[in-house]
T-cell receptor, first 114, second 113 residues
Framework: KAGVTQTPRYLIKTRGQQVTLSCSPI?????VSWYQQTPGQGLQFLFE???????NKGNFPGRFSGRQFSNSRSEMNVSTLELGDSALYLC?????????????FGPGTRLLVL | AQTVTQSQPEMSVQEAETVTLSCTYD???????LFWYKQPPSRQMILVIR??????QNATENRFSVNFQKAAKSFSLKISDSQLGDAAMYFC??????????FGTGTRLQVFP
């Protein structure tokens, strides 16, 4: 079974631009979660989607948004990029029927904001 | 609020030896789950082992085992017969039914031949 895939793997943007990252979950998984990883803040939860609905949200500004499609694929969008948004963005999927299922992670998208 | 603490930023071990990584957590919940994830230089987060809080028996996965002390809120990971491929960042994580997955700050494990 194919794992979680994320595209693109690397991205360079400039301040003020916006960016969209994509995540395709493992087949059969309906829950997708997004995390931001930085050297200073570590791993921080962004949001979780299940069946096209946001189920949980972390403490990030409104510039960070996401959505999930009917095929469970998810996108996250960051508008008006800031230098501090440079990070590794990780996506994880699970079946979603129980809140404590194991999450399986994708390889991440490394975003650099100049 | 729930927190996860990994007090060892770095650890090192000789190949074939045993190493233990520490993790403590704070929660008022009685039903929760604990995880150890490994993140090698490729940055892909890989599940190492999982422990359900309601289970008294410590989880084991081949060379990896945990020492789960619920009363002490401690969840350490023991790696036996360490291999060069075990070198990575190890993250302890917590999740309850009503909360998101919360990670510790990680422990960088170096394995020397």
């Amino acid at each position: 079974k194919a794992g979680v895939t994320q595209t693109p793997r690397y991205l360079i943007k400039t301040r003020g631009q916006q960016v969209t990252l994509s995540c395709s979950p493992i087949s059969g998984h309906r829950s997708v979660s997004w995390y931001q990883q930085t050297p200073g803040q570590g791993l921080q939860f962004l949001f979780e989607y299940f069946s096209e609905t946001q189920r949980n949200k972390g403490n990030f500004p409104g510039r960070f948004s996401g959505r999930q499609f009917s095929n469970s694929r998810s996108e996250m969008n960051v508008s008006t990029l800031e230098l501090g948004d440079s990070a590794l963005y990780l996506c994880a999927s699970s079946f979603g029927t129980s809140g404590v299922e194991t999450q399986y992670f994708g390889p991440g998208t490394r975003l650099l904001v100049l | 609020a729930q927190t996860v603490t990994q007090s060892q930023p770095e650890m090192s071990v000789q190949e074939a030896e045993t190493v233990t990584l520490s993790c403590t957590y704070d929660t008022s919940e009685s039903d929760y789950y604990l995880f150890w994830y490994k993140q090698p230089p490729s940055r892909q987060m890989i599940l190492v082992i999982r422990q359900e809080a309601y289970k008294q028996q410590n989880a084991t996965e081949n060379r990896f085992s945990v020492n789960f002390q619920k009363a002490a809120k401690s969840f350490s990971l023991k790696i036996s017969d360490s291999q060069l491929g075990d070198a990575a960042m190890y993250f302890c994580a917590y999740r309850s039914n009503t909360d998101k997955l919360i990670f510790g700050t990680g422990t960088r494990l170096q394995v020397f031949p």
